[in-house]
């Protein structure tokens, strides 16, 4: 989540009392229990309802409202409005299809976006869009995805797991949808005639899906394994399956190559970047327009490569990182990272200076 660097900076604010983070997915959730924060509460979002949202308002009495990427909740956006609570939207982020779909309804997408007090595009693409809609309080600073949690504990496995995967040749599928396993399996059995101690990890989308994966995987006659057995002896296993929440960046760590999904199936693809950081090879199929702007940069950096099939997919399969570029990722996250700390600085004090 790239918002979690933020949080840990603004726990240690001793003039911030109190964080409120909201989402609508259990997902969501369980990934924020697992830093432990002090001052930050999760609340499931409420309904953007007049009703449900004046509640909300009046009993947690926010003095700052930041949201992230597309969240754009017009009841909501008008109340905080009306309550001259400021509304930051941090790394937005619009297609064509949503500015489209703003715009059939013009006069009102024009007054629900000014409502916003400033907002902070991801990309190019988004910031000509907000510009379509009839907004311009724009401030560009990159975008923060780039940005890294370095908490060193979110990378420790298991000693004994971690020693079977050094004894192995292992690449990693990353949040895979429904196809997209087997379509990995069959690079799996393509690969596995040259590397017989070939192991694929795969960690899908979606958790709920993993019954359904394995059954679909036995059927190609591969041997399967699901981390939250917490088995350690990986023998004769070719496909271990992350089925837990909020672990992917530990195996993003070990794999060298990592293919993004969502890319294959018109989803329009995953974020690249974690893996990225680590130095993995990027592979991804030919829908990738939810993160355009960081692919292209990849594809500059000579580290992401595109397939549409099985065959391609298993011929760029390599073990060996790129540790400088994974470096340069890190940097630039750095910068994006500092540069919204201090922009929320100004903006939080600047508040707080007023009350």
């Known amino acids: 989540m790239s918002i979690v660097p933020l949080l840990k900076k603004y726990e240690k604010d001793k003039s911030i009392h109190q964080i409120l983070i909201t989402s609508s997915t259990l997902s969501s959730s369980k990934v924020i229990k697992k830093f432990n924060f002090k001052k930050t509460i999760h609340q499931f979002y409420p309904i953007d309802h007049i009703f449900f949202i004046n509640k909300f308002l009046n009993y947690w009495r926010p003095s700052v409202a930041i949201f992230i990427e ?11 409005n009306d309550k001259n609570i400021p509304l930051l939207l941090l790394n937005a982020r619009l297609t064509k299809k949503t ?4 715009m059939k ?3 009102f997408s024009r007054n629900i976006f000014n409502k916003i007090s400033v907002a902070y595009p991801q990309n190019i693409e988004t910031k000509l869009f907000l510009k379509k809609i009839g907004y311009n309080k724009i401030k560009s600073l990159g975008n923060l995805k780039f940005a890294e949690d370095s908490d060193n504990k979110l990378l420790k496995l298991n000693k004994k797991l971690k020693l079977e995967f050094l004894k192995k040749k292992v690449w990693v599928a990353s949040s895979t949808h429904q196809n997209e396993e087997i379509f990995c399996a069959k690079a799996h059995l393509i690969l596995k005639k040259k590397f ?3 192991l694929t990890i795969i960690i899908p989308r979606h958790v709920h899906r993993v019954e359904e994966i394995v059954s679909d995987l036995k059927k190609c006659n591969l ?8 088995k350690t002896n990986l023998n004769n296993v070719d496909i271990y399956i992350v089925d837990t929440f909020g672990e992917t960046k530990k195996f993003h760590k070990i794999g060298n190559s990592v293919f993004l999904g969502g890319s294959i199936v018109k989803r329009g693809g995953q974020n690249p970047l974690e893996a990225a950081r ?10 990738t327009q939810n993160f355009t702007d960081i692919y292209k940069l990849l594809k500059s950096l000579n580290i992401s490569k595109k397939i549409k099939s099985p065959e391609k997919l298993a011929s760029l399969i390599i073990f060996k990182k790129n540790k400088k570029i994974g470096i340069k990722i890190r940097n630039i996250g750095k910068k994006i990272l500092n540069d919204t700390i201090k922009e929320l600085d100004n ?8 009350t």
């Open 105 to 107: 309804i013009e006069n």
């Open 99 to 102: 500015t489209n779909k703003w």
């Open 196 to 198: 017989k101690n070939l």
């Open 223 to 230: 041997n399967v394994s699901l981390h939250s057995s917490k």
């Open 347 to 354: 903006q939080i004090n600047n508040e707080f200076k007023k």
């Open 70 to 80: 597309s969240e754009i909740w017009p009841c909501m956006f008008k109340k905080l």
């Open 278 to 287: 680590f130095g993995s090879r990027i592979i991804h199929g030919p829908n």
